[in-house]
């Protein structure tokens, strides 16, 4: 039996990492992004968003569950609450479970948040046809390019 390397431990300056424009086929007014980590052992990644007040991500559901913890200003999940769904305030965090669904994830102020995604994140047609589905790889790829 060989063993296994073990992966390699990793840290980050998180502001030596530019930021860059989130696809605009994936958010709508202006999010940028932060790759910090993929993990392709666990197909995990991690990155932080700085989203412009009025900006939004496209429709998506969480494949894997997620952890997020919000820094700066207002997240509106599912609508917010004014809308059925929730909005939480800095500092909050939150737990996104498997198959989360959300039509409508926008910040009404300047905002910005860390999150890991365990598993990939499928943005959607409003009928639930995947558009797109985001693993660490993609992720990356989508960051370097």
């Known amino acids: 039996m060989e063993l296994k390397s073990k992966i390699r431990e990793e840290a980050v300056q998180i502001n030596d990492i530019p930021w860059k424009a989130f696809p605009d086929a994936l958010s709508q007014g202006g999010v940028r ?17 700085e989203c412009p007040a009025g900006s939004s991500f496209s429709p998506h559901f969480h494949v894997g569950p997620g952890e997020y913890l919000l820094t700066k200003g207002r997240m509106d999940i599912r609508g917010g609450q004014d809308h059925g769904g929730e909005s ?3 500092p909050a965090y939150g737990y996104e479970s498997a198959n989360a669904r959300h039509d409508k994830t926008s910040f009404p ?7 890991t995604f365990l598993g990939p994140l499928s943005f959607i047609k409003e009928d639930g046809t995947p558009i ?8 990356q790829r989508a960051y370097a390019g």
């Open 33 to 49: 992004w932060k790759m910090l980590h993929a993990s392709p052992e666990m197909g995990a990644w991690t990155a932080m968003f």
């Open 88 to 90: 939480v305030f800095a």
């Open 109 to 115: 102020v300047d905002s910005e948040f860390y999150m």
């Open 132 to 139: 797109v589905v985001v693993t660490w790889d993609e992720a």
